[in-house]
């Protein structure tokens, strides 16, 4: 079935980005989309964004499932409200405003978030961080694609376990209702399922993959990997 979606060749590249993908984001919570979405779509324009998204559902279940007792319920509903928020502000924004700057507006406020994290400013998931980093993430993801640095830059300084798994439940839930959002639009049917099926033996290796590699993600490293990847968003928005 893989060979009449994608040639064999392509389907192993795909699956072999998608396993490095997924071993980043269950070892850091982040990291699938931003390593991914390009290298996919040079090799295939059409595993990207829903494929992706579908396949990679499976990586944030399994962080969160994984890292299960470190959740706290309370918080990823105040998070998984801002981002309800700020996705239909997002679409509304979209429907009525220019796109033009988006992408620069969001790097620069991504990129002044980081600068006063390294300045020592210190960002704790309270309730209000968490429902600004859950709004911002549905806004930026919605006009511009990128979930990631708002709601991840909130777990900075928190424990590795938890930011695995309340990032993991967020970006679950965010990655489904990105992918219901395709679907109403068109954008998601029955080719976009396969493919994200095509994808699945990638993912799997990167969630086996994902256990080992975070045994040795520190709280430190936790920190420069969540800024770097950020900051990474950040100059990918600036060259759209």
Not at 148 to 160: K, Y
Request: net charge positive; with cysteine; hydrophobic share 60%.
């Amino acid at each position: 079935m893989l060979n009449s979606i994608l040639p064999i060749g392509s389907a192993i590249a795909a699956n072999a980005i998608m396993a490095i993908g997924c071993a980043l984001q269950g070892s850091f919570g982040m990291g699938l989309a931003l390593f991914a979405v390009p290298l996919l779509a040079l090799i295939d324009a059409r595993l990207v964004p829903g494929p992706m998204l579908a396949a990679g559902t499976l990586t944030a279940f399994a962080s969160a499932y994984r890292e299960r007792d470190a959740l706290e319920p309370a918080g990823i509903g105040v998070s998984l409200l801002g981002l309800a928020i700020g996705t239909v502000l997002g679409a509304f924004a979209l429907g009525t405003i220019g796109t033009g700057y988006l992408s620069p507006i969001f790097a620069s406020g991504v990129l002044v978030a980081i600068a006063l994290s390294v300045a020592r400013f210190r960002i704790h998931p309270t309730r209000w961080a968490l429902l600004t980093g859950g709004g911002l993430a549905g806004l930026m993801g919605t006009m511009v694609g990128i979930h990631g640095p708002p709601i991840a830059l909130v777990f900075q300084h928190a424990h590795p376990k938890q930011t695995r798994a309340m990032l993991g439940a967020f970006f679950f839930v965010a990655f489904i209702g990105s992918v219901a959002a395709l679907s109403v639009v068109g954008l998601f049917g029955i080719l976009q399922l396969e493919l994200a099926a095509s994808l699945l033996p990638g993912v799997w290796i990167g969630v086996l993959m994902a256990p080992l590699l975070s045994k040795f993600v520190s709280a430190a490293r936790l920190r420069v990997a969540i800024l770097s990847i950020s900051a990474s968003s950040a100059i990918l928005l600036f060259w759209r």
